[in-house]
């Protein structure tokens, strides 16, 4: 019997990643960029839906994809309330939080809305989302910050860590749910999570939290000076938030967010480039070694992974700092669209008890 194709959609902030899958095999894979003058006449970011759509389904005409072969639609997953782990089907009440915005605004909520608007018009066909952004597994007193008017929340790259998590267990020829394994996500963002036997059981919140700072993001800042900077009437609350989010780590120190090019500077001499990338790594490092401490200290492996994860000096200042703890292991790159698929495929293999969103 022939495997049901399966179309992944993952959609940034100024791009739409889009694959179709027959069972681990891609038919093609294709990233679509939209230009800022091409975004500009949408005030939020579902208003893009239909722009969006429309260029997926001609991409898969333009693919020669007959839309009626595809079975599974798997959609990045965005800003819901809190999940667990697994593959979510996509349902009304998800389509009211993503499309409302209610838990954030994000490109990948568009994902869903999606998935579920092409899965209903091919006969047969379901839509899903796998390990959002959202998934939370934290243990109870991970969740405890020092007031509870801000208990810290679980953001994190989850799809990619989770993914990549599986794959080492499976190399080792181990179940992820026997292995207590340290796993780094090394992109715009960097989160490091503690897998306890299969549930990330803490992790920084990546988004706009705790951490390391990364190309994009501050991470954790010195709360006091913060709080005075806010209050300074100097900043607003929307600049106060691009130094955290979006013009914060690199950015704010080197004015680029290109980890190779910093890389490169720091390699020709430039010493600053060189101090703020190494205590980048040094952070990152610190934050391992927290989850180490979460883990009792008795780790199966590090992990570490995403697009940084590439550089070769970067991961090795992090493993000079931390491979006393346990084993460290590179799989550089963020094979999201692989990880959606696979997810789609143990849907239709009946590996996974498909959970329900409400």
């Not at 959609?75 to 809190?82: D, I, S, T």
């Amino acid at each position: 019997m022939e495997t049901p194709l399966i179309l992944a959609i993952n959609p940034g902030s100024t791009s739409t990643k889009i694959a179709v899958y027959n069972g681990t095999t891609p038919k093609f894979i294709q990233t679509l960029r939209h230009s800022k003058q091409e975004l500009e006449p949408y005030a939020i970011v579902t208003d893009q839906f239909a722009f969006r759509k429309n260029l997926i389904l001609n991409q898969l005409r333009e693919e020669d994809i007959n839309i009626n072969s595809l079975k599974i639609i798997m959609g990045r997953g965005g800003l819901l309330k809190p999940v667990e782990s697994g593959v979510i089907e996509v349902n009304q009440a998800m389509l009211n939080d993503l499309s409302s915005c209610t838990f954030g605004e994000h490109a990948s909520n568009l994902g869903g809305l999606i998935a579920y608007d092409i899965a209903s018009s091919i006969e047969g066909a379901r839509a899903f989302i796998a390990n959002p952004v959202v998934v939370d597994e934290l243990e109870d007193k991970a969740r405890i910050s020092g007031h509870p008017l801000l208990p810290r929340r679980s953001i994190f790259h989850a799809l990619n860590q989770k993914a990549v998590a599986r794959q080492h267990s499976k190399s080792i020829l181990r179940k992820y749910e026997d292995l207590n394994l340290i796993v780094v996500h090394l992109g715009g963002g960097i989160t490091v999570g503690a897998h306890k036997k299969g549930k990330v059981v803490d992790v920084n919140q990546g988004l706009d939290g705790d951490g390391p700072f990364s190309p994009e993001r501050s991470g954790t800042l010195p709360v006091g000076d913060l709080v005075r900077l806010c209050f300074s009437d100097k900043y607003s609350q929307k600049e106060i938030m691009k130094m955290i989010k979006g013009e914060g780590g690199m950015v704010a120190f080197l004015e680029t967010n290109s980890a190779q090019e910093v890389s490169q500077k720091a390699a020709d001499g430039d010493e600053y480039a060189k101090l703020i990338y190494d205590a980048m790594a040094y952070q990152v490092a610190k934050e391992v070694g927290a989850m180490g401490s979460v883990l009792s200290h008795d780790i199966d492996g590090i992990l570490i992974t995403g697009g940084i994860a590439y550089d070769k000096y970067f991961t090795n200042q992090i493993i000079s700092y931390v491979h006393r703890m346990a084993p460290v292991h590179i799989y550089p790159g963020e094979d999201e669209m692989a990880a959606l698929a696979m997810n789609g495929l143990r849907v239709i293999r009946g590996e996974v008890e498909v959970k329900e969103y409400s």
